[in-house]
């Protein structure tokens, strides 16, 4: 197959996340045309990683535990600090709270940014990357961050697929909906 030409290097470029061995030998494998009809099919997300990788992502406190589930806990927490008096204690309470927010809003960034790395998907990971971008909401206000990756992934298993379903889960999530402050009950709509 031998080494890609210059014009088949920017291209490739161009809808990936960068030129490597694996989308170099696929390219010249499969010839553009099928390649990129390969890429044009949605597939599942999140996709299938290098062994390795997804066992990084499947120790994140995110891949384990349900997004509904981390909303109700760290709602209970936020309300456990709400209901402590003015203090040392308060203060503590609250920064825990901001603490684990902060950890879990690095975890989704963490994992979105080795899905991007690794994934065989990168035109699909591309254009979800692109509607997150458009799409986007404020990770820091109230819990964004909690939510951010099931957004994150619920961006990217549409970003290939209509329009009209994307802007629809986009209206209706409750990242988006917490984000605009027209759902201060956003959790409840949260998949089990």
Same mark, same amino acid.
């Given at each position: 197959? !031998?080494?890609?030409?210059a014009?088949?290097? +920017?291209w490739?470029?161009r809808?990936?996340? @960068?030129?490597?061995?694996?989308?170099?030998?696929?390219? #010249?494998g499969?010839?553009?045309?099928?390649w990129?009809?390969?890429?044009?099919?949605a597939a &599942?997300?999140?996709p299938?990683? &290098?062994?390795?990788?997804?066992? #990084?992502?499947l120790? *994140?406190? %995110?891949?384990?535990?349900?997004v509904?589930?981390?909303a109700?806990r760290?709602?209970a927490? +936020? #309300?456990?600090?709400?209901d402590k008096p003015? @203090?040392? /204690?308060?203060?503590?309470a609250r920064q825990?709270?901001?603490?684990?927010?902060? +950890?879990?809003?690095?975890?989704?960034?963490?994992?979105? %940014?080795?899905r991007? *790395?690794y994934s065989?998907?990168?035109?699909? $990971?591309?254009? @979800?990357?692109?509607?997150l971008?458009?799409?986007?909401?404020h @990770?820091?206000?109230a819990?964004?961050?909690?939510?951010m990756?099931?957004?994150d992934?619920?961006?990217?298993e549409?970003?290939l !697929?209509r329009?009209? $379903?994307?802007?629809? /889960?986009?209206?209706?999530?409750? /990242?988006?909906?917490r984000? *605009? $402050?027209?759902?201060?009950?956003?959790? +409840?709509? *949260? &998949?089990?």
């Amino acid at each position: 197959a !031998g080494p890609l030409s210059a014009d088949e290097a +920017r291209w490739l470029n161009r809808l990936t996340w @960068g030129v490597n061995d694996s989308a170099a030998a696929e390219l #010249k494998g499969q010839g553009r045309e099928r390649w990129v009809h390969e890429q044009l099919q949605a597939a &599942p997300w999140p996709p299938r990683l &290098p062994e390795p990788v997804q066992n #990084k992502l499947l120790q *994140l406190t %995110i891949s384990q535990v349900p997004v509904a589930e981390l909303a109700r806990r760290l709602e209970a927490q +936020r #309300k456990a600090v709400d209901d402590k008096p003015e @203090g040392e /204690a308060r203060t503590a309470a609250r920064q825990a709270l901001q603490q684990e927010t902060a +950890r879990l809003g690095r975890e989704a960034a963490t994992r979105q %940014i080795w899905r991007s *790395l690794y994934s065989p998907r990168q035109l699909q $990971d591309q254009m @979800g990357w692109f509607w997150l971008n458009h799409f986007n909401v404020h @990770g820091q206000k109230a819990n964004l961050r909690m939510l951010m990756a099931d957004y994150d992934d619920r961006l990217h298993e549409l970003a290939l !697929g209509r329009f009209r $379903d994307l802007l629809g /889960a986009v209206v209706f999530h409750p /990242a988006m909906l917490r984000d *605009l $402050d027209n759902d201060q009950n956003a959790a +409840r709509r *949260l &998949p089990e």
